[in-house]
């Protein structure tokens, strides 16, 4: 199996501080703005970047976790049911500014299914997507992010691998090649 | 990603504490979901469920219907009192005229025992056993584990004490099969003429006398004296069964600790619970019935999700 790094903890840092930097210049005061983490691997991320956003802008934004698992468009066509994670949405969306988070951005499914599982707390004003990782050329859907922290050229036959760690020392992003 | 280890919800004497396990962690999502401004998911979107009752129910019919609701699958109800079953149709037959017309899951109750068996030997269909004669009623006994493991956290160590007609229910059956496999102690009460003769070898306590059964458990699971079921006279009147047998909030209260008090429905109120019990702190009757919706939510998605 081979590996090839995308981004270490250095690198990631600046990329999250630039994509935090980003979303002030769209969302000035953060008034009307919420974040919304996807389930399960958008979250680590989502709280990394509501983290900052808190610390820089010094108020409070909601936060939120979604999972789309029972909206999956590929439900019935797989030969396991997917297993769901928690969502967690303690606010209505309702007239509110929604920025989505996700670790990579593949085949769009996903995101497709988010939209769909969002809903379900209202009616937003606007949604904004963003992830660290843009595949490009493998999208299966008109979907496309607002906010990218790297885009990566890949084979289908290639897998963008995200492990980030607590401590914010030891993370890694890798592109790996399936035997 | 996970799956159980069966095709149908037979009972719940065929299934693994894993698949419990599963059931529980899953319906925890789909309480979740249920308790959203919108309550619906699409998950089991062009899936066709047929709820074949051959036996009354409001409760478990009504929640099965809501829950497949909520999965947005596709529900047809049939019920044998306004069916050609009166017109002399075997089980097989109706079940196959249900199946030619492309439904994929069937949820049957059955006045016979082993009937959803006999029917998921011979169909394709995945089976939910809602109830079968005196034998089993594998999502009421899940629902009612669910329900302990939400109250007291855990259900691994907690004592259950099942009071009542033990003979003729397949709740009895079904929760000693599902709290045994999660761990907890088990014991069944009720006048000697309503327990089953062999049912310590299933590994529970028996005891006669309700108030040792109470000082004993933490959870009291109330059973309803199945008139309708008994063809013998069991004990001399409901009266005297109520005196001995019938839970009031002074007997609770008498107690001085805490207990859970539950309760599959329908209650006959005055009779094994007064009403001041059945609608006290200690009860968590309505919280049953909403886990029941959740619960068989995630059964049915599942069971409808492992297509291999």
Not at chain 1, 14 to 41: A, S, W
Request: glycine letters at 4%.
């Amino acid at each position: 199996m081979q590996k090839k790094l995308i981004l270490d903890s250095d690198l990631l840092t600046v990329t999250l501080d630039r994509l935090c930097q980003e979303l002030i210049e769209n969302h000035p005061d953060f008034e009307n703005t919420v974040i919304i983490g996807l389930q399960p691997r958008g979250i680590f991320l989502a709280e990394w970047i509501h983290e900052k956003l808190v610390a820089s802008l010094k108020k409070d934004i909601p936060l939120g976790y979604l999972d789309a698992t029972f909206h999956r468009d590929d439900f019935r066509r797989r030969e396991i049911p997917a297993k769901a994670s928690e969502t967690k949405v303690p606010f209505l969306i309702e007239g509110k500014k929604v920025i989505l988070i996700d670790d990579v951005l593949y085949t769009g499914r996903t995101v497709r299914a988010a939209l769909d599982a969002m809903i379900a707390f209202g009616r937003p004003e606007k949604v904004e997507l963003l992830v660290l990782i843009d595949r490009k050329r493998t999208r299966e859907l008109p979907i496309a992010a607002d906010y990218v922290g790297n885009y990566v050229n890949t084979l289908d036959s290639q897998r963008v691998l995200v492990e980030l760690d607590s401590d914010h020392k030891h993370h890694k992003i890798w592109l790996i090649n399936k035997d | 990603m996970s799956r159980l280890s069966q095709p149908h919800l037979l009972g719940i004497k065929n299934i693994t504490p894993d698949d419990i396990e599963l059931i529980f962690e899953t319906a925890d999502n789909f309480k979740e979901v249920i308790n959203r401004p919108i309550k619906k998911v699409p998950s089991l979107r062009d899936v066709s469920i047929a709820n074949i009752f051959f036996e009354n129910s409001t409760r478990t019919r009504l929640s099965f219907e809501l829950a497949q609701k909520r999965l947005s699958a596709d529900v047809i109800n049939f019920s044998a009192s306004t069916s050609s079953v009166k017109k002399g149709e075997t089980l097989l037959d109706t079940v196959n005229n249900i199946l030619a017309m492309k439904v994929d899951m069937i949820v049957m109750r059955h006045a016979s025992v082993g009937a959803p068996h006999f029917l998921s030997k011979h169909i394709k269909a995945n089976i939910i056993n809602a109830g079968d004669g005196t034998h089993e009623h594998p999502t009421q006994a899940l629902l009612d584990a669910y329900s302990i493991r939400e109250k007291l956290k855990t259900v691994k160590g907690k004592k259950v004490a099942i009071i009542g007609d033990i003979l003729h229910s397949r709740v009895a059956l079904s929760n000693i099969f599902a709290l045994k496999k999660l761990g907890a102690e088990v014991m069944v009460c009720g006048p000697p003429t309503l327990l089953p003769k062999f049912i310590s070898k299933l590994g529970v306590k028996v005891e006669w006398d309700l108030q040792k059964a109470l000082a004993w458990c933490d959870v009291a699971n109330v059973l309803r004296i199945q008139l309708e079921r008994q063809q013998i006279k069991y004990f001399p009147s409901l009266r005297e069964y109520s005196l001995y047998y019938g839970i009031t909030k002074k007997i609770l209260d008498q107690l001085k600790k805490e207990i859970v008090v539950m309760h599959p429905g329908p209650i006959n109120r005055g009779v094994e619970l007064s009403s001041d019990a059945a609608d006290s702190s200690h009860a968590i009757i309505l919280d049953q019935v909403e886990n029941g919706v959740a619960i068989r939510m995630a059964v049915m998605y599942l069971l409808a999700g492992a297509t291999a």
